[in-house]
C-alpha cells in the first residue's frame, strides 16, 4: 500500500478524533494548573489623550492588529478517550487485514486531570490535548477557530492505570469449585472436610509507555454456611480432603460434623469467598483495594443411619 494511503487513512482518524473533541467546551481558568503553559496574556491597557486628559482604556487602538489565537485545554472524560482508542484500534486492525501493512498508528490516549492526553509512542513523549479559540473569527495568523493539537507534557502518575487493572481483576474473580467431602451429602455423626480446589493469585497489568500498574487479587479466606444457623470459617481455600484421609470418620481441619436430627432440614450449603486485592506502581508505591467478596450455594443433604436391632 502506498505512502500516500496509508497517510490519507492517518488524516480520516485524526478528522475523527478531531470531531470527538470539538464539541467539549473551554475549560474553566480552574481547570488549567501550574503545570501547564500559561494562556496567552490579555491586550495591555490602552492610554488614549481625549479632552488634554489622560483615560484608561480596554479597548486597542483602531489600527491595531488583532490578537494571536489562543490556546485552551478542552474538557475530557474516561469515556472519550476510549472511544480515541478505539477508533486508532480500527484503523491499525484495517491496515493490518485490509492492506495487510505492518505499519500503525502508535498513540494511546487517556483521561487526567480532566483533559485528553496520549502517549505517542514514536515521539516517546506524554502529550496533552489543546485547541484553538481565534475569538470568532474562521482563523488567524494561519491557525483555524477550533484546531486540534497536542504539546508535551509530564508522565502521569501511573495511578491512572489502577481503574484498568482493577476492573480486568474483579471480572476474573469467581467462587473456586468447592470440594467438600462427603459431596452432596452427609450421615449425621459423619465429619466434614470443608474447601474449595485451590487456585493462583489472579493478577492484571495495564502500561503506558513506560508507566505500568499491576493489581493481584490473592484467595484470603473461605466460609461455608452449613444450612442450619451455624458457619465455619478457614484460612485461604480450607482443607479440601487429601487420599490419604478418604477413610476417615472425623472432620477435617477445616470441617464439620452434623449431630442432630435438626441437621436433616439442610438442603444447601453456602460458601463464600473472599479475596484480598493490593497494586504495585512503576514509581515504586504499593497499596491495597477493599476486598472482593463472591458467594454461591451448593445443594447438600443430611442424613441419618437408621440401625435395625436383633433379638
Not at 500503525?104 to 486531570?113: C, K, M, P, Q
Not at 496520549?118 to 515521539?123: K, L, T, V, Y
Request: with cysteine; aromatic share 8%.
Amino acid at each position: 500500500m502506498s505512502a500516500t494511503v496509508v497517510k490519507r487513512l492517518i488524516l480520516v482518524t485524526t478528522a475523527v478524533v478531531g470531531a470527538l473533541g470539538a464539541t467539549a467546551t473551554p475549560s474553566s481558568a480552574d481547570e488549567i494548573d501550574s503545570d501547564r503553559p500559561p494562556p496567552p496574556e490579555p491586550p495591555p491597557t490602552v492610554v488614549a489623550t481625549v479632552s488634554n486628559f489622560e483615560q484608561e482604556t480596554d479597548e486597542p487602538p483602531p489600527d491595531a492588529p488583532p490578537p494571536p489565537c489562543s490556546w485552551y485545554y478542552p474538557a475530557s472524560s474516561e469515556e472519550e478517550a476510549d472511544i480515541h482508542n478505539r477508533v486508532t484500534e480500527i484503523v491499525n486492525e484495517t491496515l493490518q487485514v485490509v492492506f495487510f501493512e505492518s505499519r500503525r498508528i502508535t498513540v494511546t490516549y487517556y483521561y487526567a486531570e480532566g483533559v485528553l492526553n496520549r502517549w505517542n509512542e514514536s515521539d516517546g513523549e506524554f502529550e496533552w490535548r489543546i485547541k484553538a479559540d481565534c475569538h470568532g473569527d474562521k482563523s488567524r495568523y494561519g491557525v483555524a477557530d477550533g484546531e486540534i493539537d497536542y504539546t508535551s507534557t509530564a508522565p502521569p502518575d501511573p495511578s491512572i492505570l489502577l481503574r484498568r487493572t482493577t476492573v480486568a481483576v474483579t471480572e476474573e474473580i469467581d467462587v473456586p469449585p468447592p470440594a467438600i467431602n462427603p459431596a452432596g451429602a452427609a450421615a449425621i455423626n459423619l465429619g466434614l472436610w470443608l474447601g474449595v480446589e485451590p487456585i493462583p493469585p489472579v493478577v492484571a497489568e495495564a502500561t503506558l509507555g513506560p508507566l505500568w500498574a499491576r493489581t493481584t487479587a490473592t484467595l484470603a479466606s473461605t466460609s461455608f454456611d452449613l444450612g442450619n444457623g451455624e458457619t465455619v470459617t478457614c484460612a485461604g481455600n480450607g482443607t479440601p480432603i487429601p487420599e490419604s484421609q478418604l477413610d476417615t470418620l472425623d472432620a477435617g481441619p477445616c470441617g464439620y460434623t452434623y449431630t442432630t436430627t435438626d441437621d436433616l432440614d439442610v438442603t444447601e450449603i453456602g460458601v463464600t469467598v473472599t479475596w484480598h486485592v493490593t497494586w504495585e506502581l512503576s514509581n515504586g508505591r504499593t497499596g491495597r483495594e477493599p476486598d472482593i467478596v463472591v458467594t454461591t450455594t451448593i445443594p447438600y443433604e443430611v442424613y441419618e443411619i437408621q440401625t435395625v436391632g436383633t433379638g
